[in-house]
């Protein structure tokens, strides 16, 4: 079924048909999946903007997997929705949140907008609301926990060896349906999974692979980067950050977390401005 023959309506109805006969129950397989009273959310479907399908370039973000292990209330609030969260991506209409921290956060916001601006033939107008153009999701449809000394569940990155079961299962689908022109795999596990995925299927979608944005990866490599260039360049970061926020000036930001995502890691995404320059040439 060819993405582009799709409405957003038609497709959501596509991927939850699809996404609930898989059956896929990676409690039978692996002992610390989260849970809440013994009961364990399945998957979800991916976020697709309301202009994704007119968009050029067309952009499905994938990043790693939800982690709730310290958030029980909400695994209780989705298994008591109708659907039992598998449209949990859309629960939040009222809000930009889609449920993948990365997005929500701004940082992924700001790599659509780079995605989305730098791409050959590009029809993207930075009036426009990146969050109506983009498609998102996790490659990782479950969630994982590890303990503390004292027994308190931990978040932990889903196992290697599941990818492979979530690409057959959901992703292969989902890329399928969805027809997009660039992939955004964020982290290695990921673009590793989606790569070795498209290759194996010979699909023909091109791959962009860039690093988790994840504070601890953010502080202790990127941010002290930035600072060093200050200091032992007198570089001045201000029309970097101003054209970045150029991108997002039609992104509804009420809650100033793409503003704060700009100011702080404005280092990252010059590099990571950069890195897709140099990847998206290859779509001229």
Not at 34 to 58: E, T
Not at 76 to 92: A, P, T
Request: glycine share 8%; net charge positive; proline share 6%.
């Amino acid at each position: 079924m060819a993405g582009n023959s799709l409405d957003i309506e038609g497709a959501r109805i596509a991927l939850e048909e699809h996404h609930s006969s898989q059956g896929y129950r990676p409690q039978d397989q692996y002992s610390n999946v989260v849970s809440a009273d013994g009961r364990y959310l399945g998957p979800y479907i991916p976020y697709i903007g309301r202009s994704y399908f007119d968009s050029k370039p067309k952009v499905l973000i994938y990043a790693m997997a939800q982690n709730l292990a310290r958030a029980p209330g909400i695994v209780r609030r989705w298994l008591g929705k109708s659907d039992e969260g598998l449209l949990r991506q859309y629960h939040d209409q009222a809000t930009a949140h889609v449920h993948v921290y990365p997005y929500d956060n701004g940082h992924l916001r700001v790599i659509a907008a780079l995605t989305l601006s730098l791409y050959p033939g590009t029809a993207f107008e930075r009036t426009q609301n990146v969050d109506d153009l983009v498609a998102i999701t996790n490659f990782v449809k479950f969630s994982f926990y590890r303990e503390s000394k004292s027994g308190t569940p931990l978040d932990a990155n889903p196992p290697r060896s599941i990818y492979d079961a979530m690409w057959k299962c959901y992703s292969s689908y989902e890329i399928e349906l969805l027809q997009p022109d660039i992939i955004v795999g964020v982290g290695n596990d990921v673009a590793s999974a989606l790569a070795r995925g498209i290759t194996r299927d010979g699909k023909r979608n091109i791959v962009v692979k860039i690093p988790f944005p994840g504070r601890l990866n953010l502080n202790s490599r990127w941010v002290p980067k930035g600072n060093r260039l200050i200091t032992n360049e007198n570089y001045d970061p201000e029309p970097v950050k101003a054209n970045l926020a150029s991108l997002l000036a039609g992104t509804p930001d009420r809650e100033g977390v793409i503003r704060r995502a700009i100011e702080t890691d404005w280092y990252y995404f010059r590099e990571m401005k950069a890195c897709l320059t140099r990847k998206l040439a290859r779509c001229a």
